[in-house]
């Protein structure tokens, strides 16, 4: 089974003081950073971009920060994020045509960054299969996209499980990533279903001993 890695979103930190924040949960032991882009229009709410990224770069040069873009046609921006210091790269299968997904996801290699493909809750399993092999990490939300502290989708843990399967015949290498709702209660399901990268907001920023979250959330299993 593959390691259990922790990857707290900063959706969830206090942008008043966001180096301290992300400062905080590094010490505490998380791998990864992850950092939403949201753009209004793919899904319902307005976050963070690129200046974001370049200055948590600039501020933590050996940090793995996990982006996920959840913007429409993301293909016009995947050169600026990448350049920005992405060390990981997620697109939305829903947000444009396969060629273009496609040709982002190409464009993302050939820059040296990681590439991964996320599916909202409404979408199958299958919606993956046409990349499966060229991916780093498959991202399955596990809350509506848009907007933080919602409660966990239990009844994606099927579709967690089929593509922890599918990647397994094809690409075991590949990650997959849960986003949304994860917490002391639901970090075990979702691993118990395939999973191994947990995406935490609230969970990890909202605690007061953040050394001790990560520990519990990445012990799960």
């Not at 963070?48 to 501020?59: E, M, N």
């Not at 907001?201 to 990560?214: E, L, M, P, Q, T």
Request: glycine residues 10%.
């Amino acid at each position: 089974m593959k390691s259990v890695i922790v990857a707290p979103s900063i959706l969830a930190a206090d942008f008043a003081d966001l180096r301290k924040e992300v400062g905080s949960v590094l010490e505490a032991g998380a791998e990864y950073i992850h950092v939403d882009v949201m753009d209004g229009q793919f899904v319902p709410n307005i976050s963070i971009g690129i200046p974001v990224v370049q200055s948590l770069r600039r501020a933590f040069p050996a940090a793995f920060l996990d982006v996920h873009l959840m913007i429409s046609a993301p293909g016009r921006y995947v050169e600026a994020f990448c350049r920005a210091g992405a060390s990981h790269l997620t697109l939305h299968v829903e947000a444009d045509r396969p060629e273009n997904i496609t040709a982002a996801l190409e464009r993302i290699r050939q820059l040296g960054v990681r590439t991964g493909l996320a599916v909202k809750p409404a979408t199958g399993a299958d919606a993956l299969t046409p990349w499966l092999e060229e991916l780093d990490m498959a991202l399955v939300m596990t809350v509506e996209p848009g907007f933080g502290g919602q409660r966990f989708m239990t009844d994606q843990m099927p579709k967690v499980a089929a593509v922890r399967a599918a990647l397994d015949r094809v690409n075991p290498a590949c990650d997959v990533e849960v986003d949304g709702g994860i917490d002391r209660g639901t970090a075990p399901v979702a691993i118990g279903a395939g999973a191994n990268v947990l995406a935490a907001g609230s969970a990890v920023f909202g605690a007061k001993d953040r050394a001790d979250i990560i520990r519990a959330l990445r012990c799960s299993g």
